[in-house]
């Protein structure tokens, strides 16, 4: 028996059977007619297609903005779908008026999606409407007419005519979204819960879908999918028996916002701003990174220098594997086909440990790297009192680099070690050529990058001046 999807689409009730699999925008274009919603490039590339899902969690609701070419339809069951369309007031909001004032508007084709990812970032419990706060809300969005300065300039309007407010019922409260939206936390709370057979399915598990739409789009329309996300007890991050504790459903934005993970890594938010776009952040899981396997996969490369755990069950029965361990060649797994990744494990960090995290790609945000680097480092006085560093890019899976490890434990921190590190690195990577950059281009890559990340761990031993000379 097929279940029925029930949502509220903007201000209406959905009941639906259309296939769980089907993708949101494909089902607010198709079935619901509602053409606001622009399709661009189906990847999660432009932005064009963005809507924002609200989702109850302990009587609370909170707003995301995501790419609806790349969530299925079956697991808006129990959430609010927000579209262009629904944002509309009998007068120009905050955000339109700011994009006419500005002029920052010309064919059109990307505007709807813009309107609704910056309205969802004036949603935010506590937006900051600072320099940045336009580069983040439009870091995944493309246009290719007006150019980002006029959109840029739209934050000064916002300072004006939002300032300090924000979240959902001061937004509501001067107008800048439509009063619907307050009655909407008592209405989700009557829908009852999917179970089966969305949330245990068989053929294909969907977690953010940022990946397997991707790669099996036109499958996951008509086959068996498991929405990983109708069974949430498997996302958050917690504190236990000395791991944290990550849910592999949690998303790369619900991770680096906890306060465990800042408490650890204080730079979290800077390599954020590095990896995707704010759409795909909240979409994408820990999880989904892991097993997709990518050589080249950012947070798989951050938790695998945490020296993280993977839990995997079947059925009633689960085992541990180290990350480290995990990939055994090019997107092979120490997996079987029915074991679900559940948790990630992070041990606990003694006070003297630092975290660094490095990326290139060919541009700074929503772009793949061309080589990434994460380091863990436990130190005193400039002695390595242990040390795990994993690359991507530079080899068929990500790779924990070993031998250098095992070389630079117990070690004092020098120029020369630097370079010997260096050295022993060229030795373990094994780059090839491809769209991101020559093999050649990689080495030198993780050679600056070793250099870059050490400097900026040891700032009192090393500088970047003694490995560059001056012209
Ligand atoms: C525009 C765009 C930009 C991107 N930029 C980056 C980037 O900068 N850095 C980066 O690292 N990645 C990037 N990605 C890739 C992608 O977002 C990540 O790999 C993400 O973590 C995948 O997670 P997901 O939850 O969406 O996985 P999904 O697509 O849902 O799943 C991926 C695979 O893992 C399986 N799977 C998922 N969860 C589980 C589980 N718990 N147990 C068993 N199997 C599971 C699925 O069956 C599928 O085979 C980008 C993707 C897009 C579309
Ligand atoms: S259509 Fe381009 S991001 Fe969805
Ligand atoms: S206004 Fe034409 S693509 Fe942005």
């Known amino acids: 028996m097929v279940q029925k999807t029930k949502f509220i689409l903007n201000s209406r009730e959905v009941i639906t059977d259309a296939h769980p699999g089907t993708l949101v925008l494909d089902f607010l274009r198709q079935n619901e007619k509602m053409m606001g919603t622009k399709e661009g490039c189906r990847e999660g590339d432009c932005g064009a297609c963005t809507v924002i899902i609200g989702e109850l969690a302990n009587d609370k609701i909170s707003y995301k903005p995501i790419t609806s070419c790349l969530m299925p339809t079956g697991e808006l069951h129990g959430k609010h779908l927000v579209t262009i369309e629904g944002l509309n007031l009998p007068e120009l909001s905050p955000v339109q008026e700011a994009i006419v004032e500005e002029g920052a508007t010309q064919c059109g084709f990307c505007t709807p999606g813009i309107v609704v990812s910056l309205t969802a970032a004036l949603m935010e419990e ?24 006029s959109l840029k300039a739209c934050e000064s309007h916002f300072k004006e005519s939002i300032g300090k407010r924000s979240g ?20 989700l709370k009557k829908i009852p819960s999917l179970t089966s057979p969305n949330g245990s399915a068989e053929h294909f598990f969907i977690a953010g879908g940022t990946d397997i739409y991707i790669q099996e789009g036109d499958i996951l329309r008509k086959s068996s999918v498991g929405i990983l996300n109708l069974n949430p007890e498997i996302k958050g991050v917690s504190r236990k028996n000395g791991h944290i504790q990550v849910g592999s459903l949690t998303t790369f934005e619900e991770f680096a916002a906890h ?27 820990l999880g989904g990174n892991i097993i997709n396997a990518s050589p080249i996969g950012d947070m798989t490369i951050l938790l695998m220098a945490l020296d993280s755990l993977l839990v995997l069950q079947n059925g009633t029965g689960s085992r541990k594997v180290p990350l480290t361990s995990f990939y055994k060649g090019y997107k ?18 003694s006070p003297d440990t630092k975290i660094h995290f ?21 130190e005193k006085n400039n002695f390595i009192k242990d040390i795990c560093m994993a690359a991507g890019g530079v080899a068929p899976v990500p790779l924990y680099l070993e031998k250098t490890c095992k070389f630079l434990k117990d070690q004092t921190i ?47 031993r090393l500088s970047i001046e003694e490995f560059y000379e001056k012209h």
């Open 259 to 285: 306060p465990e993970i800042t408490d650890i890594i204080p730079d979290i938010e800077k390599y954020m701003f590095l990896i995707a776009s704010w759409q795909i952040r909240t979409r994408a899981t």
């Open 332 to 349: 092979q797994l120490d997996k079987t086909d029915s074991e679900i990744l559940t948790e990630i494990l992070i041990p606990s960090f």
């Open 126 to 149: 506590e937006s900051d409407i600072s320099k940045d706060f336009v580069n983040r809300a439009l870091s995944g969005h493309l246009c290719r007419c007006t150019g980002y300065r």
């Open 168 to 187: 959902v019922n001061a937004l509501i409260d001067m107008g800048g979204i439509p009063n619907y939206f307050r009655d909407i936390p008592s209405r």
């Open 414 to 460: 020098s120029k020369d070690l630097l370079y010997d590190t260096i050295a022993l690195i060229q030795e373990e990577i094994s780059p090839i050529t491809d769209i991101r950059g020559s093999k050649d281009y990689k080495r030198l890559l993780i050679h600056q990058l070793v250099i870059k990340s050490f400097v900026n761990l040891f700032p009192n």
């Open 358 to 378: 490095e990326k290139i790609s060919k541009r700074k945000c929503l772009d793949i790297a061309s080589v990434n680097l994460a380091l863990k480092v436990v």
